[in-house]
């Protein structure tokens, strides 16, 4: 995935359309390796900075707002409606439309909660203008912070590591990845 999309965004410098395209695809699949791929890909002039940084922040929300459908169609759909019909769903939906901005705001920067959370947002239909509205000025933020933390790591490996930068690209990856899953793993585990 790394080098197709590294070579699918370099082999489209003509086009800043299709850079965007792929960028925002990329986000749907896993974000944070998105961002990193997107932002060496800034280092090595393959891309503007500002067509990078909204291409990411579209892609991101559209993929936030999509979870948000997910669940909003799970609700219009019979069996999942049973599921969920009990007494309480209507102070789940009354305390996650109070708290809305707060809880999907807190989400981004908390690894493992998003798809819960987005598609409960959608199922209790909590409010989609809040919710676009939270979860866009998170991603303004964590997206933001990631791609400097890229660009720096970026150069610096792109500079000091000749033929083995791609090793270490996708060694920085790797570690944002897993440290995800492994916040992820230790929330979960402190919630039990």
Known sequence: MLHSLAHSLASSTASPLVQVLIIILATFILEDAATVLTAIQVQLQALQPATALIALYCGIVLGDVGLYGLGYLA?????????VETPERDIQRKW??????????????????RLPLYTACG??????????LATLAAT????????ALSL????FLLTHLGAWRW????????????MGR???????????
């Open 75 to 83: 609700a219009r759909w019979p069996p999942a409606r049973r599921w």
């Open 96 to 113: 996650l439309t109070q708290k809305l901005f707060k809880v999907v705001f807190i989400s981004r920067f908390v690894p493992g909660t």
């Open 123 to 132: 199922f209790f239909n909590a409010g989609l203008r809040t919710f676009t």
């Open 140 to 147: 303004l933020i964590w997206t933001t912070a990631l791609f």
């Open 152 to 155: 720096r790591v970026g150069n």
């Open 167 to 178: 090793a270490g690209i996708l060694g920085f990856v790797l570690v944002i990845l897993i």
């Open 182 to 192: 492994l916040a992820a793993r230790m929330q979960k585990q402190q919630g039990k």
